[in-house]
């Protein structure tokens, strides 16, 4: 393999790997997010059945509520975000992927190409080899 395939290749590599890295980074952000909505509910729902027997507990739940929906609001446009960065990362790792296979193949046709020429002029010097001996022999 040549240099410049050798290099080529190492760096479509690192990208992949950066990206993988990013895209696992992006997937854990979302899923910490998800996880902080489903808590967020949960509490929500006990706060709820604990005011429901005491009556002093009414205007305490209508604040309480109130940043419930914010906290909520907010973790939803954290999830979204997450997801669409999800997507664009997702994509760009397939194209890095196609990248890398595109310059493996190149360099495993360049190897080709290399060999037969190899193989070209190996026989070029036999056969000039044999026409020598052909002449040398019939002097």
């Known amino acids: 393999m040549t240099k ?3 290099s080529l290749i190492r760096i479509s590599n690192h990208e992949v790997e950066t990206l993988q ?12 997010a998800e996880l902080r909505i489903t808590m967020l509910d949960a509490e929500a729902e006990a706060e709820a059945k604990n005011a429901e027997g005491d009556a002093s507990a009414g205007w305490y739940m209508i604040g309480y509520r109130e940043g419930y929906k914010r906290r909520r609001a907010d973790m939803v446009v954290q999830v979204e975000q997450s997801q669409l960065e999800e997507v664009g990362a997702r994509e760009a790792l397939s194209e890095a992927f196609e990248n890398l296979k595109k310059y493996e193949h190149v360099a495993e046709q360049a ?18 080899l044999s026409i ?7 002097r």
Do not use: P, S
């Open 132 to 138: 020598r001996r052909t002449a040398m022999a019939g």
């Open 111 to 128: 190897k080709i190409v290399a060999a037969k020429k190899l193989g070209a002029f190996e026989a070029a010097q036999l056969d000039e």
């Open 4 to 6: 410049w395939a050798a």
């Open 21 to 32: 890295k990013r895209l696992a980074e992006i997937t854990e952000r979302r899923t910490a």
